[in-house]
């Protein structure tokens, strides 16, 4: 006897569009019974909706082919790429809200 999945695995079987009739109806009254999984599922759409591809990224995705292409790999450097924070803030910057920007800012303040 299978056990029926939990209120996080119902969220991840509506995320992937596999949730059947019954799942979706419990998936309803846990949600309406148990705020932690709303938020879960808010938190996991705006997740989804982050990650969604938009228009112009093909054109990101160019300019990093395009980058990688000129680096060589045996060129020694001093730290990781892809942790070089000013590089990733001047690519990221614009596509983050000023809300979350500003709170990354103040985290890594405190650091």
């Known amino acids: 006897m299978s056990r ?5 695995e119902l969220i991840d079987l509506e995320r992937e569009g596999a949730l059947d ?5 419990r998936l309803g009254m846990v949600l309406r019974s148990h705020r932690a999984v709303a938020l879960e599922r808010a938190l ?15 054109g ?3 300019l990093v082919a395009g ?11 001093t730290r990781m790429p892809a ?16 809300a979350t ?6 985290l890594d303040a405190q650091a």
Do not use: Y
Not at 67 to 77: G, I, K, M, V
């Open 44 to 58: 996991m759409r705006d997740f989804d909706r982050a990650r969604a591809e938009r228009p112009g990224d093909g």
């Open 67 to 77: 980058a990688l292409d000129r680096f060589e790999a045996d060129t020694p450097t």
């Open 21 to 25: 009739e019954a799942g979706a109806r």
């Open 60 to 62: 990101v995705d160019a």
């Open 101 to 106: 920007l500003a709170a990354l800012e103040e």
């Open 4 to 8: 029926a999945p939990d209120s996080f």
């Open 83 to 98: 942790l070089d924070a000013e590089a990733a803030a001047a690519v990221l910057a614009p596509k983050i809200d000023p």
